[in-house]
């Protein structure tokens, strides 16, 4: 299954718009990935979470995760993540091994995520929300021995770190999050996912449950992310948002990866025939790769 994925993926964003066919078979030929994951399985008893799938992130691209429901999706970023322990399967940051015990072991390494059970704390104030696990002491013994928080410095930067990313539209950062729309906690969330990671974003379906205007802040967003040069996974089964921001499209399905098409090689009908089963990749090579 994975085989298929590989051999038929385009060539990664960087390459030459006249890359030869040579180079789209061979996908990895001039840029390395920041993250690489080969053979991932996960099982939850007898149901197979994820069957050995590979994935690679490189330099500044969105990649799009797509799939049905149950196909693996939300368990393969977990396992990218540290929020699933995969039980085989390499994953490299930067080209050195990892292995994440816990979320806060793949933050710590610059991989900040925002799962798609949505996690902010409701009643706190959206500067306390970005810095949530991670909150800034204050200098000297102040923060060091009495343990107190820089609140002005984590409002200032939270401010800086939303208004980087165009959500203007917040101004106060003292405002609790409950009073927010679900799109303005959903910015929140992946303001902070910006404002922290210094290697990856990863968000699973940050647009899920978001109006039209909500989505696209949220996708601009994305795009400012990979403005700033930091690579996204952005997993959804929306494809006319997929197809908006994505570099490359990694099908998910029923536990494999079914193919790696671009926005360029295939259309949306074609995804979803191969998200479904419907098709094949090799049935549906697509356009000449991207
Ligand atoms: N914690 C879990 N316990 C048992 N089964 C799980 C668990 N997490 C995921 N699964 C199963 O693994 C498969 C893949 O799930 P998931 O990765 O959530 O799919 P997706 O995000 O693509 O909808 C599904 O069959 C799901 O029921
Ligand atoms: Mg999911």
Same mark, same amino acid.
């Given at each position: 299954?994975?085989?298929?994925? *590989?051999?038929?993926?385009?060539?990664?964003?960087?390459?030459?718009?006249?890359?030869?066919?040579?180079?789209?078979?061979?996908?990895?030929?001039?840029?390395? $990935?920041?993250?690489?994951?080969?053979?991932?399985?996960?099982?939850?008893?007898?149901?197979?979470?994820?069957?050995?799938?590979?994935?690679?992130?490189?330099?500044?691209?969105?990649?799009?995760?797509?799939?049905?429901?149950?196909?693996?999706?939300?368990?393969?970023?977990?396992?990218?993540?540290?929020?699933?322990?995969?039980?085989?399967?390499?994953?490299?940051?930067?080209?050195?091994?990892?292995?994440?015990?816990?979320?806060?072991? *793949?933050?710590?390494?610059?991989?900040?995520?925002?799962?798609?059970?949505?996690?902010?704390?409701?009643?706190?104030?959206?500067?306390?929300?970005?810095?949530?696990?991670?909150?800034?002491?204050?200098?000297? $013994?102040?923060?060091?021995?009495?343990?107190?928080?820089?609140?002005?410095?984590?409002?200032?930067?939270?401010?800086?770190?939303?208004?980087?990313?165009?959500?203007?539209?917040?101004?106060?950062?003292?405002?609790?999050?409950?009073?927010?729309?679900?799109?303005?906690?959903?910015?929140?969330? %992946? *303001?902070?996912?910006?404002?922290?990671?210094?290697?990856?974003?990863?968000?699973?379906?940050?647009?899920?449950?978001?109006?039209?205007?909500?989505?696209?802040?949220?996708?601009?967003?994305?795009?400012?992310?990979?403005?700033?040069?930091?690579?996204?996974?952005?997993?959804?089964?929306?494809?006319?948002?997929?197809?908006? %921001?994505?570099?490359?499209?990694?099908?998910?399905?029923?536990?494999?990866?079914?193919?790696?098409?671009?926005?360029?090689?295939?259309?949306?009908?074609?995804?979803?025939?191969?998200?479904?089963? *419907?098709?094949?990749?090799?049935?549906?090579?697509?356009?000449?790769?991207?």
């Amino acid at each position: 299954m994975n085989t298929t994925g *590989a051999t038929a993926a385009p060539a990664p964003p960087g390459e030459s718009e006249t890359a030869s066919a040579t180079s789209t078979t061979k996908p990895n030929a001039s840029k390395t $990935p920041i993250l690489s994951a080969r053979g991932l399985v996960k099982t939850f008893g007898r149901v197979v979470g994820l069957d050995g799938v590979d994935v690679d992130l490189y330099p500044g691209e969105i990649l799009a995760v797509i799939g049905d429901n149950g196909a693996g999706k939300s368990t393969l970023i977990k396992c990218l993540t540290g929020a699933d322990i995969p039980d085989a399967g390499t994953i490299e940051l930067e080209g050195k091994p990892v292995s994440f015990r816990r979320p806060q072991d *793949a933050r710590e390494a610059g991989i900040e995520t925002v799962y798609q059970t949505l996690a902010v704390a409701p009643a706190l104030d959206i500067a306390s929300n970005l810095y949530l696990g991670q909150e800034r002491r204050r200098s000297g $013994p102040l923060g060091s021995v009495l343990r107190m928080l820089d609140k002005k410095g984590m409002r200032d930067d939270a401010l800086a770190a939303i208004q980087n990313l165009g959500i203007g539209t917040i101004q106060d950062m003292g405002e609790a999050v409950e009073r927010l729309s679900g799109g303005q906690r959903q910015a929140v969330a %992946v *303001a902070r996912a910006a404002a922290f990671g210094s290697k990856v974003v990863v968000l699973d379906e940050p647009t899920a449950a978001l109006g039209v205007r909500e989505s696209t802040a949220v996708l601009d967003m994305i795009k400012a992310l990979r403005e700033r040069g930091l690579p996204v996974i952005l997993i959804s089964h929306n494809m006319p948002h997929v197809f908006e %921001v994505a570099d490359r499209i990694h099908i998910q399905r029923l536990g494999g990866c079914a193919g790696i098409i671009t926005p360029q090689s295939h259309g949306m009908p074609e995804a979803v025939a191969i998200m479904t089963g *419907a098709t094949t990749l090799e049935e549906s090579p697509g356009a000449t790769a991207a």
